[in-house]
């Protein structure tokens, strides 16, 4: 076993040793053998040692044991040393290199250099390229000045010429590839603030327009600066939602048409890099049910998102758009009994040309991408899958079914009706309604009966003049008004016993004064004729005069 000497019983110890007669250093040379046995008294210090044969191993341990939580103590004396020499190191560091900012942007974005929230008004600022000994692109003072500097004259700065100021903060617009690098701020006390210019790259980007079913592939990457952990990068489809991480596989429908945006995330600072992608499909969300009735317009709905112009359709290979109509009850797609209706060549021109007259007429406004069909009014004959489809050049063909139905309202025995009928009034679409469908039923106001939720088939066993004027049949999901049909009825009062009398006795007089005066009327033309005979009875009667003889 190795003994340990003073000096280094003193530094484990951390008692520092003097000289006593070489008394101190003798107890400790005896400590560590199991020779002596003996007491030694020095002054007023007494040290008592002593080993047996018994205690030969005891002996050999127990000076360690002894030295070991001294030992201990010193170790975490140094390691409490080291940690604040680190400290103070990194501190200085800090001061002499200043704090560093990832920046990650998308090439031909802008981005801001904001500058630390420390009063920076006040001071001095220098804007370099790589460190401060490189080129100097910008400075602020406090009282105002500002300038861009070695952007026009060296080759390296041409590629910083879009500078401006926002604040106290330095924008650099339309990102170049030249321009991911790192950027320098210097303040006048010398403190150092860097930035680092990464890019975010999305590869995979289709450059000719999607069609549903077609598969999109891309990947979003961001470039990785030393000793730095790459930030989280997910996906935001054009509704917004999260979808996926850097890679994006998916089939593509008409909702997919629109903005995409790559996130990448590092701690609580968020960098997004945008694409756009086109998918030629019928705009979404177009409802698949239509609502008429002859008392309300008629629009078979049927557009392209406007982000779509009609060149990019051609491009996407689209043909043609044709309307067809297959009347109820509706048939396969592939039955012959459809009616083509309007067919849009993609010519120069862009017009409808008419196949069947239906009297449905385009809606304005095609160069926006609107399909639809309107009339005025609904009819009865309506009814049926109206089928809007583009063709293209593969074969495939993109439809949009469109399902009118048509709202009836009858009355039984008819409209004509005498205050006191029965009368049955039949609201109904000709099938049961579909759920989250009502009916509300609007009376004339003098009506006795109120409005409201009422079954599809109304009876009223007597009716009144009040009940006569405009009823009217809403179809209703929830608060909203689908289509509604109306009919007017005319009722006339009932006639009572005195009424039935008054009329007859009128009607009695008037025949009796007619005859009378008939009867008047013929005598005095018989007497007239009468006084015309008496008068004249000559053959050849002569009008009166002198005559010659």
Same mark, same amino acid.
């Given at each position: ?25 003798? &107890? ?13 008294? &020095? ?9 047996? /044969? ?56 802008? #981005? ?7 009063? /920076? ?55 170049? @590839? ?77 909702? &997919? ?85 309007? &067919?849009? @060549? ?49 074969? #495939? ?34 099938? @049961? ?63 009572? #016993? ?44 002569? @009008? ?6």
């Amino acid at each position: 076993m190795q003994l340990l000497t003073p000096v280094q019983y003193g530094m484990y110890t951390n008692t520092p040793l003097t000289p006593r007669d070489g008394v101190l250093e003798k &107890h400790l040379l005896c400590l560590q053998t199991t020779k002596c046995q003996r007491s030694t008294q &020095h002054s007023t210090e007494t040290i008592t040692y002593q080993s047996s /044969a018994r205690e030969k191993d005891a002996q050999h341990s127990a000076p360690l044991l002894a030295l070991l939580p001294s030992f201990l103590h010193r170790c975490l004396v140094e390691m409490k040393n080291i940690i604040q020499s680190i400290l103070l190191l990194t501190a200085v560091l800090e001061t002499v290199t200043g704090k560093e900012e990832l920046v990650y942007a998308q090439l031909g974005d802008t #981005v801001t250099l904001k500058t630390p929230e420390r009063g /920076a008004e006040k001071e001095y600022m220098y804007w370099y390229l790589d460190d401060i000994n490189s080129l100097q692109i910008a400075w602020r003072n406090p009282l105002g000045g500002s300038g861009f500097i070695g952007t026009t004259s060296n080759p390296i700065g041409q590629h910083w010429s879009a500078l401006s100021w926002s604040g106290n903060s330095l924008v650099i617009k339309n990102l170049k @590839p030249e321009n991911f690098m790192t950027v320098v701020l210097r303040f006048g006390n010398g403190e150092i603030f860097t930035y680092r210019l990464l890019e975010l790259i999305i590869s995979g980007n289709p450059t000719s327009p999607l069609l549903p079913g077609d598969d999109l592939n891309m990947i979003c990457s961001a470039d990785t600066f030393q000793n730095y952990k790459n930030p989280e990068i997910y996906w935001k489809n054009p509704q917004g939602e999260i979808t996926n991480q850097g890679r994006l596989q998916v089939k593509v429908t008409g909702r &997919h048409d629109g903005r995409w945006t790559c996130v990448a995330t590092r701690g609580e600072k968020e960098s997004e890099a945008k694409v756009f992608v086109t998918v030629v499909d019928f705009s979404p969300n177009l409802p698949i049910y239509q609502y008429t009735s002859e008392s309300s317009s008629l629009t078979i709905p049927c557009s392209i998102p406007q982000s779509i112009s009609w060149d990019k359709i051609k491009a996407g290979g689209i043909q043609e758009v044709n309307w067809h109509f297959y009347p109820k009850p509706a048939p396969n797609l592939i039955s012959n009994n459809s009616q083509r209706l309007f &067919h849009l @060549p993609l010519d120069d021109k862009l017009t409808w040309k008419k196949e069947q007259n239906r009297d449905l007429t385009p809606v304005p406004d095609l160069k926006k991408g609107f399909l639809s069909l309107t009339r005025r009014f609904g009819r009865d004959e309506d009814r049926g899958d109206y089928v809007c489809s583009m063709k293209v050049q593969n074969g #495939v063909t993109l439809n949009r079914t469109v399902q009118v139905k048509v709202l009836q309202l009858t009355s039984a025995p008819g409209t004509e009706l005498i205050s006191g009928q029965q009368v049955n009034l039949t609201c109904s679409l000709g099938e @049961p309604l579909p759920p989250g469908l009502s009916l509300t039923w609007v009376p004339p106001e003098e009506s006795s009966l109120t409005s409201g939720d009422h079954p599809a088939h109304l009876i009223i066993p007597e009716v009144g003049v009040g009940d006569g004027g405009e009823w009217r049949c809403e179809l209703r999901q929830s608060d909203k008004r689908l289509t509604f049909a109306a009919i007017t009825l005319n009722i006339e009062p009932k006639l009572s #016993v005195w009424m039935l009398v008054i009329i007859c006795s009128v009607t009695v007089i008037v025949v009796l004064l007619l005859i009378l005066v008939f009867i008047i009327y013929r005598r005095r033309q018989r007497k007239t004729t009468h006084l015309r005979h008496r008068l004249c009875k000559c053959k050849n009667p002569k @009008p009166r005069g002198f005559y010659r003889t």
